[in-house]
């Protein structure tokens, strides 16, 4: 049997727009209105949260822009995460930084996530870090009520191992579809470590979170960034793009069929990676990188 899991993948668009830097853009609702249905119109149709994304308060940022548009609900795909616990001063309650999935604490984390961003379901849920404590006995029976509530369609994780993913999923009647870790030319633990050789055996969608290594990409000073950029810069004026863009293509390459996160308020940093949709890497291109970043050549 081809697909283990689930024979139909992750249904969404081909990146994704982030908003954990939302608070950052410092729009009023109405603007950011703007940014999402700009994000629409150019076919990126998956949004990332997660309830912790900007001091817990983007979640609620993103349903206020939404409120004034409800309709365009029907035209997107929501993904959000919980897990985490972060002190904070609008979480009071939180004395300690650390996950969290009791059944309880994963119920009440929906419901305040559904609230905050002004739906009545969510697409997809992840797990946002693996807990040393987790209980996939107890996890399963969230998912199962969640599911039977029609409050959440699809489940996933977040930066979870191959075996962490599996245990999860051998208590789980319906699929995990995404394993969320961070993929960029200067981070590629994930392309070796079997991660993304596991998506692809169970046809799970890998999406990349941070595909600009934080910046790093473009000015990160240590060593290694420095090779990539380097790198990265040559291929892009050969192919008369932008170095983003390049990276964007790199992962896009991959035949686990990568979804970048993409991180800026920026509409027009979005169009760029859209555009990227269309460039095609030579192997010899995409090697070069590779070798690049591992500072060595191929055995």
């Known amino acids: 049997m081809r697909h283990q899991y689930h024979p ?163 208590r789980l009647d319906a699929p995990l579809i995404i394993n969320q870790v961070e993929l960029s030319p200067l981070a590629l633990q994930h392309f070796e470590d079997g991660t993304l050789d596991h998506v692809q055996q169970h046809a799970v969608t890998p999406m990349a979170w941070s595909p600009f290594a934080g910046g790093d990409i473009f000015s990160g000073t240590d060593e290694k960034a420095k090779r990539v950029q380097i790198v990265l810069k040559t291929v892009a004026e050969e192919m008369d793009c932008a170095v983003d863009q390049v990276v964007v293509a790199w992962l896009l390459r991959h035949p686990s069929d990568i979804c970048p996160v993409m991180g800026s308020g920026k509409i027009a940093r979005l169009a760029a990676a859209v555009d990227a949709m269309t460039i095609t890497l030579s192997d010899d291109d995409w090697f070069r990188i590779w070798v690049a970043s591992q500072g060595r050549s191929v055995a």
């Open 8 to 170: 139909l993948g992750f249904e969404g668009s081909r990146l994704a727009q982030g908003f954990w830097r939302m608070e950052e853009w410092n729009m009023t609702s109405q603007e950011s209105l703007g940014f999402i249905e700009a994000c629409l119109d150019l076919g990126v149709t998956t949004f990332d949260h997660a309830d912790i994304y900007g001091d817990y308060q983007c979640e609620t940022l993103f349903g206020n822009a939404l409120k004034h548009k409800p309709a365009l609900r029907d035209k997107m795909e929501i993904i959000t995460k919980c897990g985490i616990l972060l002190p904070s001063n609008s979480r009071p309650d939180i004395n300690v930084h650390r996950y969290n999935y009791r059944a309880e604490h994963i119920l009440a984390s929906v419901d305040r996530s559904l609230v905050n961003l002004q739906c009545e379901y969510i697409d997809t849920l992840l797990l946002h870090r693996p807990s040393p404590l987790m209980d996939a006995d107890e996890v399963a029976q969230a998912f199962d009520l969640l599911f039977t509530l029609g409050k959440v369609k699809h489940f996933g994780v977040s930066n979870f191992t191959t075996n962490q993913f599996d245990l999860l999923q051998s």
